[in-house]
């Protein structure tokens, strides 16, 4: 069965703090693909990364691809409380995506 | 705008009642989903199609219908026969890559938060 796994699934952390979410896959695929959801609304896309290596960044956020290992991380730099919601990270799989469980971030001011 | 619309925003639903979630697309994709996610919960896919006319079951399809008559649009019927259909519903949609069976990243409507009185 084809897995997309988030650790943790819960963080709580003060402001200020950095902190990094890994997302293993088993696909096969190249491309990984994140996503935030604040509380009672939908998703929204936060990083498509394309290849082995890939690396963006927006803000406080950086996201990073090793298919070798089939490992994504999503690293936080000095937290804000506006960074609080659930980040989902997906893989592409035989016409569907596969989702993650999520991480429910949590950032004490 | 292009975008995903769904309707209602809310929904109630009495026993033994069918009721139809709206997902309309103008983003000229192929793909169109559908997900049901529960409070505190992930995404559990219930339905999606790749093209008109053709749709396939995901892990939670009992209960639920659908149709994918044009591109733009891909309803789901909650049946009466899913017993516990209080949720957070979410359709997006997603083009197709180049790549044989390689789906793009997906983009997602507002949601339906469906009740059952």
């Known amino acids: 069965e084809l897995k997309v796994e988030q650790n943790p699934l819960f963080l709580s952390m003060q402001e200020g703090k950095n902190y990094t979410i890994y997302c293993n896959y088993s696909?096969?695929?190249?491309?990984l693909y994140w996503y935030r959801q604040d509380p009672g609304k939908s998703l929204e896309s936060l990083f498509v990364?394309?290849?082995?290596?890939a690396v963006k960044q927006e803000g406080r956020l950086m996201a990073s691809l090793d298919t070798k290992a089939r490992l994504s991380t999503l690293h936080i730099t000095a937290a804000v409380h506006d960074l609080s919601a659930t980040y989902f990270c997906?893989?592409?799989?035989?016409?569907?995506?596969?989702f993650g469980k999520g991480t429910r971030l949590h950032i004490l001011p | 705008d292009g975008g995903i619309t769904q309707s209602p925003k809310y929904l109630f639903r009495k026993e033994g009642q069918n009721v139809t979630l709206s997902c309309e697309q103008n983003?000229?994709?192929?793909?169109m989903y559908w997900y049901r996610q529960d409070p505190g919960q992930g995404l559990r896919l219930i339905y999606y199609?790749?093209?008109?006319?053709?749709?396939q079951k995901g892990d939670i399809a009992e209960g639920y219908s659908v149709s994918r008559e044009k591109k733009e649009s891909f309803p789901l019927t909650v049946t009466s026969a899913q017993k516990n259909p209080t949720a957070f519903y979410l359709c997006?949609?997603?083009?197709?890559?180049?790549?044989?069976?390689?789906?793009?990243?997906?983009?997602f409507g507002p949601g339906t938060r469906l009740t059952v009185l």
């Open positions: 199609s790749q093209i008109v006319n053709d749709f």
């Open positions: 990364l394309l290849s082995n290596g």
């Open positions: 696909t096969t695929s190249d491309r």
């Open positions: 983003l000229n994709h192929d793909a």
């Open positions: 997906a893989s592409p799989s035989k016409g569907k995506i596969i």
């Open positions: 997006a949609s997603s083009s197709t890559l180049p790549i044989a069976g390689v789906r793009d990243e997906q983009f």
